[in-house]
């Protein structure tokens, strides 16, 4: 891509220049530009040039520019925008080749309820996955910005941020005081050594163990979830996480937490390792208690893809009345995803079943039903279901 650039003339005036290791900055940590002489109404011709080096470029992307001849207080501030939109678009030309940054997302929209959240007997409504904390339908909405730059001798400089939850009605977290980029907020380095990260961002045990829970960790109907046996944990905040390479279907990973960096935490660990050969994959992770009252969490599991089905099961204990397994089939019928999914708590001996159905409608576009069952420690049985559609970009 060629650098583009903009020349302001006026009697002889041209516009300043701000060098990229400028201090001078704005308000808005943008360089700070002045325009001698634009701050007022005047008659005296006015040339604004866009140049590059091909100049049917320019007159393509800016064509009434070049028929400006006078400029008034109405237009000043049209002139500054898009000569700061110029500059840009050089600064991100210049930076290309290096750069790879990707605006992603995730839209999930649909009708259900979730009588977990909302109370048994609770009513059906539209939804976003956002609403009510994340908890219905299948997928959480959010949007994300990710990068990776290429800083030279075999490393590459790698960030993610991705928002909380947007709701129906358009709040980014429903709880109030929910941080804004609260699923990922990481910042790492990547090489030949593997990849190190910093910041917020899923748990050891929820990167080893997600793809073992055949409908993505539903947000309302995970079964293993709804009795307290979900093979993963949550977040974490200020966690250093190592990502060695992947070696002959192996792929290790451990994190470290420093006491302090979440409410009454202690300094944990986690270690996680998954291993795939064929139509075999397995999974490990464990992480040391949290909190002082808290207790140790392990969980295995393992799937094996038949080609026409699959099958897997998952254990976790994470401490009394948080120990149990999960088991999984699916099928495709006609690129139509059939799955069953059910567990079980082995100490409050609560039990959970979870079906649901979906296939790829358009590029990027799924569509879902969903639908579970399971009963509380104080037997209460409880629904939630879902159809929607998801849009991944």
Known sequence: MRSVGVVAVYAGWTAPRVSPGSNRRGGDGAPSLNFPGLTRDFDATFVFRVYAESVPFARQVFPFLFNLKRVNAMNIKLLKSVTLV?????????????????????????????EGVTGKGSKADFHSGGDNDSSELNSTTRVGVKGSYDLGSGLKGNFKFE??????????????????????????????????????????AFQTMIDFDFNGASNSTMATGNVGVAPITGRLNKTLQYFAPAMGGVQFRAGVQMKGDDAAAKDNVGV???????????????????????????TVGAVYNFGA???????????KNATGYGLSAETKVNGIALGVQYAENSDTKKKATE???NKELLKNL???VQFGSWKTPANQSLQAYGVGAILVF
């Open 272 to 298: 996680g390792l998954n291993y795939s050969a064929g139509p075999l994959s397995l999974g490990a992770a464990y992480e040391t208690k949290r909190t002082p009252t808290g207790n140790d969490f392990t």
């Open 366 to 368: 799924y569509g879902y």
């Open 163 to 204: 928002t909380a939850g947007i709701t129906s009605d358009g709040k980014v977290g429903s709880v109030d005081g929910t941080r804004f980029f609260n699923r990922q907020a990481w910042a790492g380095l990547s090489g030949g050594f593997g990849e190190v990260r910093l910041g917020r961002m899923d748990s050891i």
């Open 355 to 357: 079906v649901y159905a």
């Open 86 to 114: 110029a500059g840009a678009v050089a600064a991100m030309a210049s930076t290309s080749a290096l750069a790879q940054t990707t605006i992603y997302g995730l839209i999930d929209i649909g009708y259900g309820v979730n």
């Open 309 to 319: 089905f699959k099958l897997g099961a998952t254990y976790a204990d994470g401490g």
